[in-house]
């Protein structure tokens, strides 16, 4: 579905070379790294909307050619910045289906009907007519989901779904929107900071460190010092959270 | 996907500074001066994203751009006539009062509507729409794109492959445009009405050689200069106030920073212009 093959690019941060990933159609994956690692970045190229220096990246088997020459890739691939960013003048139904009336010229009544039964799905129906100030964060990040939910694409990149914060209530309505996207045969692949995060989810999960990709039942074997070391600081972190939490519970058992 | 394009090729192009030193007098000279041209580099950046934007536009995206330019002249053109109306009524009773006052010094009334139709379509008409439209909708550009810049909306359009340029420059730029040439029709016809109604407390004066006078003054060149200038102050205006919003980076105080800037900068341009426009004109006929 997905591939880069030895890509080269360069992101505010940091310089990535001979970058190779593989995302098969209908898997959903998710890429694990530390904070600030152009995870962003990362999505742009598997999109084509990042500018590479060196390899090709390839959309279901042909190279993935730059903006303008494929009229439909906003239908293919939906991608999902980090900020819940909703146009403000635009109601939660109209956001929803704004690609559809830009781009195909669709009228309210056709988006309606459209996307009234993907706004059911994801729970959004009851605020269709809200502007974004009217609804919470929560909505407006399930809101991006449901825009492209309705336009049923192969793929879909979401940048760091726990940005802002992820409490259990939107972290299962994410997850079911993942299924809903599962079962459409769509290809979701989602990049996080929080390991617990990659943990709960239960799906392939690789680790995006300064540059260098693993899959993480490899990475402790991995020849990148980087990937190595990331491995050994999640692992560290979690056993202290851990720790802390049996001591939360034992001292509610003592109460 | 469109602006990571179009930002990869502002990255491309030369920085103007990058080769002096900031040390230097000499250097420091020359760096004010081109950051005094920087700016209309910039404009003329803003301009040419705007036209090959524009060029670009497909069926449907043209369909919705133009909806959005009608929303566009409703709000800057249609929404504005109260107060360019009160505005207009208001300078063409006091230019005809002061015509009056030094009546005695002219030798026909038909110089006195020459002078009339000169100060009011040619010159006041343009540059007082303008005024309005940059308080009204200029600072309004300025801070939807300054608060879009902010909260990544821009990204979010790139997500759906909508092109920020042809999504938000575009209709503003043709939208002010026309606006601006409407309210100068209403500022023109309230203008000279007023004008025209003050006259008639003069004794001895009737309306049908008045207008009689006023037709004949009346030039098609005058109407083109008038046309010319509005349509282009409004461009002008938009496209100050696009490069402004769009200067917002990190911060909410940088929105009303780039705004009064936005405005200030409108400002002058809209008096350059004018006098550019009316010298041209004076030159050709």
């Given amino acids: 579905m997905i591939e880069l093959k030895s890509v080269s690019y360069r992101s505010d941060s940091l310089e990535v070379n001979n ?187 690789y680790l995006f460190v300064e540059g260098r990709v693993a899959e993480i039942m490899e990475a402790h074997e991995s020849p990148f010092p980087e990937i190595r070391d990331y491995v050994a600081r999640i692992r560290n972190q979690a056993k202290q959270q851990s720790m802390a939490a049996s001591t939360f519970f034992d001292r509610i058992s003592a109460v | 996907m469109k602006s990571a394009e179009a930002k990869s090729h502002a990255e491309k192009l030369p920085r103007l500074t990058a080769t002096v030193s900031r040390s230097n007098p000499i250097d420091k000279l020359l760096i004010g001066i081109l950051s005094l041209f920087r700016f209309y580099i910039n404009l003329l950046q803003v301009f040419t994203q705007f036209f090959f934007g524009l060029i670009r536009l497909r069926s449907h995206e043209f369909r919705y751009t133009m909806e959005t330019v009608v929303h566009q002249i409703i709000f800057s053109g249609i929404d504005a006539f109260y107060v360019v109306g009160a505005i207009a009524a208001m300078v063409g009773g006091v230019v005809m009062v002061q015509l009056i006052a030094f009546s005695t010094m002219f030798e026909s009334e038909a110089i006195l509507m020459q002078i009339l139709v000169s100060i009011i379509i040619r010159e006041l008409a343009p540059l007082l729409t303008s005024l309005i439209l940059i308080a009204r909708s200029g600072s309004a550009i300025a801070i939807e794109l300054g608060v879009m810049q902010l909260k990544h909306q821009d990204d979010t359009l790139d997500g759906m492959e909508i092109d920020m340029i042809q999504f938000f420059h575009v209709p503003r730029v043709i939208g002010l445009t026309f606006s601006n040439m409407i309210l100068v029709g209403y500022f023109v016809i309230i203008t000279l009405g007023s004008a025209l109604a003050i006259s008639l407390f003069r004794e001895g004066i009737y309306m049908g050689p008045m207008l009689a006078n006023f037709i004949d003054a009346l030039k098609l060149s005058d109407i083109l200069v008038c046309i010319i200038k509005a349509g282009i102050l409004g461009m002008v205006i938009a496209l100050v106030c696009i490069y402004h919003g769009s200067q917002v980076k990190n911060s909410t105080t940088e929105i009303p920073q780039q705004t009064s800037q936005a405005l200030v900068n409108s400002y002058l341009l809209c008096y350059k212009f004018t006098v550019a426009i009316s010298v041209v004109a004076y030159l050709v006929q």
């Avoid at chain 1, 042909?62 to 293919?76: E, F, I, N, Q």
């Avoid at chain 1, 825009?147 to 793929?155: T, V």
């Fill in chain 1, 19 to 205: 970058l190779s990933f593989h995302l098969n159609a209908g898997e959903t994956a998710v890429i694990l790294g530390p904070n600030k690692s152009a995870n962003s970045a990362f999505l742009k190229v598997c999109m084509g909307a990042h500018p590479i220096s060196k390899g090709e990246v390839l959309f279901d088997g042909g190279a993935l050619v730059k903006y303008g020459s494929d009229a439909d890739m906003w239908r293919k691939i939906c991608f999902i910045s980090h900020e819940p960013a909703l146009l403000d003048n635009l109601t939660v139904m109209q956001n929803a289906g704004l690609p559809l009336s830009y781009h195909l010229g669709w009228s309210e009544e056709q988006i309606f009907e459209k996307a009234e039964p993907v706004l059911k799905e994801f729970g959004l129906l009851h605020v269709a007519r809200d502007f974004p100030s009217q609804i919470g964060k929560d909505d407006a990040k399930i809101t991006q989901l449901a825009r492209a939910a309705i336009l049923e694409p192969k793929a879909l990149l979401f940048d760091e779904p726990a940005a802002g914060g992820l409490n259990p209530e939107i972290f299962l309505r994410i997850l079911g929107a993942f299924k809903y996207f599962q079962a459409g045969g769509t290809a979701v692949l989602f990049t996080t900071s929080s390991p617990s995060l990659a943990a709960a989810m239960k799906i392939p999960c």
